[in-house]
């Protein structure tokens, strides 16, 4: 589904896409306010997914020996063009037997410097957040199922000023489809979504 289709969706269960089905311009009226506000309600959606099927991802770090310890931010370590990619640390967020620990502010690891060679850092991955620029052909890369699920979020964030009855029903709905897709997964043996273009 395309960012394009994932808004007339969106619109569709808004009942707010056509007038007596010729399908109504994103310039028209209020249409175009709630055209501005998708990609937040979309965003909303992208991580509730990373959370339920986390995309992990490893770096690896080459360490040499020092005589302090050694801190490294993950936020800054795993950019990508300029951008955060660091979510947080996986529960398994380092080889066994390495002397490290997360600092409190959550995104840096600590590492004895007595400690030299090769380790992998596990994280979850950040979402690619959507923007008022991104192309209409764009195509999330979510787990299967997953991006049914961003219209109707999306509904439901934008509906709850106009009818907060069906913006209640629809995150009723999303909530319960969302919990739907984390457990097929589970039941599937594949409770964690692995990415297959990260540093993997």
Not at 65 to 92: H, N, P
Not at 157 to 176: G, H, P, R, T, V
């Amino acid at each position: 589904m395309t960012w394009k289709e994932i808004r007339d969706e969106c619109l569709k269960l808004m009942y707010s896409y056509s007038k007596k089905g010729s399908v109504i311009s994103a310039t028209d009226g209020n249409l175009k306010d709630y055209t501005l506000a998708m990609p937040g309600a979309a965003n909303i959606a992208l991580y509730d997914i990373a959370r339920a099927l986390p995309d992990i991802r490893k770096y690896t770090v080459l360490q040499a020996e020092s005589e302090t310890a050694c801190e490294y931010d993950l936020r800054e370590l795993t950019r990508e063009d300029g951008k955060v990619t660091f979510m947080r640390f996986a529960d398994e967020y380092a080889n066994g037997g390495i002397p490290c620990t997360i600092l409190p502010d959550g995104h840096t690891l600590w590492v004895d410097g007595t400690f030299e060679g090769e380790f992998n850092v596990y994280y979850h991955a950040a979402p690619k957040e959507f923007t008022n620029n991104t192309p209409d052909d764009y195509i999330p890369e979510l787990p299967p199922g997953a991006v049914n699920l961003i219209p109707i979020c999306m509904a439901s964030s934008l509906f709850k000023d106009d009818d907060a009855s069906i913006s209640s029903m629809l995150w009723n709905e999303y909530a319960q489809r969302l919990e739907a897709l984390w457990s097929d997964t589970t039941r599937a043996g594949n409770a964690q979504y692995v990415c297959t273009t990260g540093w993997l």
